[in-house]
T-cell receptor
Framework: AQSVTQPDIHITVSEGASLELRCNYS??????LFWYVQSPGQGLQLLLK??????LVQGIKGFEAEFKRSQSSFNLRKPSVHWSDAAEYFC?????????????FGTGTRLQVTL | KAGVTQTPRYLIKTRGQQVTLSCSPI?????VSWYQQTPGQGLQFLFE???????NKGNFPGRFSGRQFSNSRSEMNVSTLELGDSALYLC??????????????FGPGTRLLVL
């Protein structure tokens, strides 16, 4: 069964500082990988996704993520955090088999940004 | 293009009642998935519908059911509500093919409170 681990429940960074959110997955092959962000009271917004090809993926709002097969990781990074980035971030895995769409999510990392 | 819409946004029910939540996918999308989000269990997959057929189901009791209409709109129903059903229910739609790995776009969710 596929699974996702986000080891950091809560992270605090200063505005302007760099950010890295960790994500490790368990899957029999190379999965589809996603990062979503959720602001309070809102649904999930897709930041970026990895399907195949270049292992460094660029997303919206200046985020990027790197797929590392050897480490089963898909960490999210941003070089300079803005106060508006404060939110909860979810890493998700999608299966490559079958035709059904089903995402398995990590438990999320809550990002706090100090001014 | 309009996003995924969910109605109602907020709902208060009492134990033993039943509830129906509605989701309208992005125009042209034929796959609709439902997720439950709670502080304790995180984001969990409920089920997925494509072309009016349930293709995948998560590990939830039979009190949770759903359906999809010919216009791809979907409803989910929870019967005999329990306190533990209090959650944010998120709907997501994806692609014309509903293929594995297609990006899922989430609605704002329906927050259900069971008293």
């Amino acid at each position: 069964a596929q699974s996702v681990t986000q080891p950091d429940i809560h992270i605090t960074v200063s505005e302007g500082a760099s950010l890295e959110l960790r994500c490790n997955y368990s899957y029999g092959a190379t999965p589809y990988l996603f990062w979503y962000v959720q602001s309070p009271g809102q649904g999930l917004q897709l930041l970026l996704k990895y399907f195949s090809g270049d292992t460094l993926v660029q997303g919206i709002k200046g985020f990027e993520a790197e797929f590392k097969r050897s480490q089963s990781s898909f960490n999210l990074r941003k070089p300079s955090v803005h106060w508006s980035d404060a939110a909860e971030y979810f890493c998700a895995v999608g299966s490559r088999t079958g035709t059904a769409s089903k995402l398995t999510f990590g438990t999320g990392t809550r990002l706090q940004v100090t001014l | 293009k309009a996003g995924v819409t969910q109605t109602p946004r907020y709902l208060i029910k009492t134990r033993g009642q039943q509830v129906t939540l509605s989701c309208s996918p992005i125009s042209g999308h034929r796959s609709v998935s439902w997720y439950q989000q709670t502080p304790g269990q995180g984001l969990q997959f409920l089920f997925e519908y494509f072309s009016e057929t349930q293709r995948n189901k998560g590990n939830f009791p039979g009190r949770f059911s759903g359906r999809q209409f010919s216009n791809s709109r979907s409803e989910m129903n929870v019967s005999t509500l329990e306190l533990g059903d209090s959650a944010l229910y998120l709907c997501a739609s994806s692609g014309k093919q509903g293929a594995s790995g297609e990006t899922q776009y989430f609605g704002p969710g329906t927050r259900l409170l069971v008293l």
